[in-house]
């Protein structure tokens, strides 16, 4: 048995060797020569005649390539030779490069893992040319072979009117210099010297020559160091013209960003990249489209710091020229029902960052809620708006002293103060006071219907054990009816204690997983990650609330607790917008305000508060759905 089992097993392992050596690993690329800025495809193909296991292939880092995307295609190939049918598969791995910088770049040795051995592709290099340089047309070594076609006529006849048209001095011909000029995507900024926390607007635009016949986003800009405020994304291209220097071409917005800068110093407003099939149109004749990947220039913006001096106490980081307006919106309030006072903050800057200013409200009027709104519009300009809910106690004539709000002027480098005029507020008393009505009957009256009530339904019970001592054919059946209605209590008793364990579970789950991401942001905490610890709070604020509403998260907290039952917003609404508010300003306020809030005792104060609320929300959220299944 022994000799037998090691047959086997040596007979297995040769029949694995035999298998791999029909394994083949090579590495090409699409073409050798590129122009700096066009993308080129590096595919790894692993060919066998059986179906392998294969790791997909980890691609060193390359120095000057930087990666834009990958894919995988699978492929079976079949053909007849010396009278025996063979079948090859083949798994491609494709890798798109740009180069980003010119002259002779290095591609290294790949390792790939089929079936657990590791394969080795060759190492080759790749020439980059400079702009303006033409790509030789002859193949490279390492390119895959063209299939052997007759030559188009409609390419031979669009090079020979290329030709024709250049001896005569009317055009040039169509090559990869030409094309590398008539598409380009730009950066357009309304200034690059601003103040910490001072809009700025970047507009990333595509210029063509040709036509646009495809395009594909491969990067959006990841704008470190900046907030980032959506004008517009678009869906669609809407060229118009434009001349650049003495050159006309078509124009197209790409995306545009409202830019706060949270930080002094220099920043880098990083690259916008696309992949485009154009159609050159410098030419006459049949052109053929051409794939080029395309990125825009980064630029530095110079960031200067908010001036110490003359800075108010209040000011809480705000940056532009705002106007405040304040209104009472109920007409006619009333002793005991809910009264709204409007406050809105509105101009050019980030109207996000600013606070409702603190408010000495009159001692009847009682604080019940703040919801608040805020947008940024396509002209640049944002709104923030504040509903106040007060719910006044006393009728009578009350005042609302005026509210104070400091910002920063950049344009007149200093700070200033926003002063409304003060309210006053006429308090009547409720119509609904002193009144009964019809379902507030006296105790007596309920207290004779429902012993009225009783006695009937005593008669019944009399009626119906006299008729159970009765011979009757419906004996059996209420019985069988009496023991159903029992099984049926039986059972719903045990699916309430089911759903009620499942969601005892549920609630397990979801408050451990809480728990785990508020140690991670502790840690982050310890390395004085300040930003990091105010993105983390507010994401995972987001996630619990997308969780608890269905919604699977939102842009703000507002729009999140107004979709959540009644008793999470009674509960914890009022007291986690506050604390959402402060975690916000941790990660995105200027550094100028970032440096008052760099107090650790207070900020893990501040987390144990807002775990202990997003705990509760949880809680409330299972108990509400066991009432609401049962």
């Known amino acids: 048995m022994t000799k037998i089992g090691s047959f086997f097993v040596v007979f297995f392992f040769v029949l694995k060797i035999l298998s791999q050596e029909g394994v083949q690993v090579t590495a090409t690329v699409d073409r050798s020569t590129v122009v700096l800025g066009e993308s080129f495809t590096l595919s790894i193909r692993v060919s066998a005649s059986e179906s392998q296991s294969v790791e997909a292939p980890q691609l060193p880092p390359i120095e000057g390539l930087e990666l834009l995307n990958t894919g995988e295609v699978s492929e079976v190939q079949s053909s007849f030779i010396n009278g025996q049918f063979q079948v090859r598969r083949m798994q491609v791995f494709n890798y798109t490069l740009v180069p980003e910088k010119a002259g002779t770049l290095h591609i290294p040795a790949i390792r790939v893992s089929v079936n657990g051995k590791v394969f080795r592709t060759k190492p080759f290099s790749i020439k980059v040319l400079k702009s303006g340089q ?3 047309s002859h193949p490279p070594s390492n390119q895959q072979p063209p299939s052997p076609l007759p030559s188009d006529p409609f390419e031979e006849m669009d090079n020979m009117f290329s030709q024709l048209l250049k001896r005569h001095g009317f055009g040039t011909d169509i090559g990869e210099s030409e094309l590398k000029q008539s598409f380009f995507i730009r ?52 060229f118009k013209q434009a001349v650049v220097n003495g050159i006309l071409y078509r124009k197209a917005l790409l995306a545009s960003y409202a830019l706060f800068p949270m930080k002094s110093g220099k ?3 990083d690259s916008y990249k696309a992949r485009c099939r154009v159609m050159s149109s410098l030419g006459i004749g049949f052109g053929r489209p051409r794939y080029y990947t395309k990125a825009s220039k980064p630029m530095k913006i110079t960031v200067l710091p908010l001036p110490k001096e003359g800075r108010p106490d209040d000011f809480s980081g705000a940056v532009g020229q705002f106007q405040m307006g304040v209104k009472v919106e109920t007409k006619e309030p009333q002793v005991d029902q809910p009264l709204v006072i409007k406050v809105k903050f509105a101009g050019r800057g980030n109207a996000k960052l600013i606070d409702l200013p603190p408010i000495d409200w ?11 709104e805020s947008q940024f519009h396509k002209d640049g300009t944002s709104f923030k708006l504040f509903e106040v809910l007060l719910i006044p106690r006393e009728a009578g004539e009350f005042r609302v002293p005026s509210l104070h709000a400091s910002f920063f002027n950049p344009q007149k480098k200093k700070y200033y103060t926003l002063t409304s005029q003060p309210l006053t507020i006429k308090v009547k008393e409720s119509v609904h006071r002193g009144r009964v009505t019809q379902d507030e009957r006296p105790l007596e009256a309920l207290g004779q219907t429902k012993e009225s009530e009783s006695n009937s339904s005593g008669n019944n019970i009399l009626n119906l054990q006299y008729q159970w001592l009765e011979p009757s054919p419906w004996h059996g059946m209420k019985r069988w009816i009496l023991w159903g209605t029992a099984s049926l209590i039986v059972l719903l008793i045990l699916l309430i204690q089911a759903f009620r364990e499942l969601g005892e579970r549920k609630e397990k789950g979801a408050l451990e997983k809480l728990e785990k991401r508020m140690k991670k942001i502790r840690k ?9 610890v105010g993105t983390q709070v507010i994401n995972l604020t987001y996630e619990v609330f ?8 939102a842009e703000d907290i507002h729009k999140l607790l107004d979709k959540v039952s009644p008793s999470v917003r009674r509960e914890v609404g009022t007291e986690l917008k506050k604390q959402v508010e402060y975690f916000e300003k941790l990660a995105f306020a200027p550094d100028s305000i970032l440096e008052t809030l760099k107090n650790k005792e207070e900020v893990r104060k501040r987390m144990d508060q807002i775990e202990k609320l997003l705990a509760k929300s949880i809680k409330l959220m299972e108990h509400d759905e066991e009432n609401t299944n049962f």
Do not use: H, M
Not at 362 to 372: G, H, L
Not at 524 to 532: C, G, P
């Open 524 to 532: 982050q905490l310890n390395a004085s990650k300040w930003r990091d």
């Open 546 to 553: 997308g969780y608890i509403s269905d919604e699977g998260g």
């Open 187 to 238: 950066l357009e900024v309304d200034k690059n010297k601003v103040y910490e926390g001072e809009q700025l607007v970047a507009n990333w635009y595509l210029y063509t020559r040709g036509q646009i016949l495809e395009i594909d986003t491969l990067k959006y800009p990841s704008l470190n160091g900046f907030w980032k405020e959506d004008i517009e994304i678009a869906s669609r291209l809407n």
């Open 267 to 269: 920043l880098v407003i």
């Open 134 to 136: 033409g790509a030789p």
């Open 362 to 372: 009159p001692k009847s009027f009682e604080p019940y809620d703040v919801k608040k």
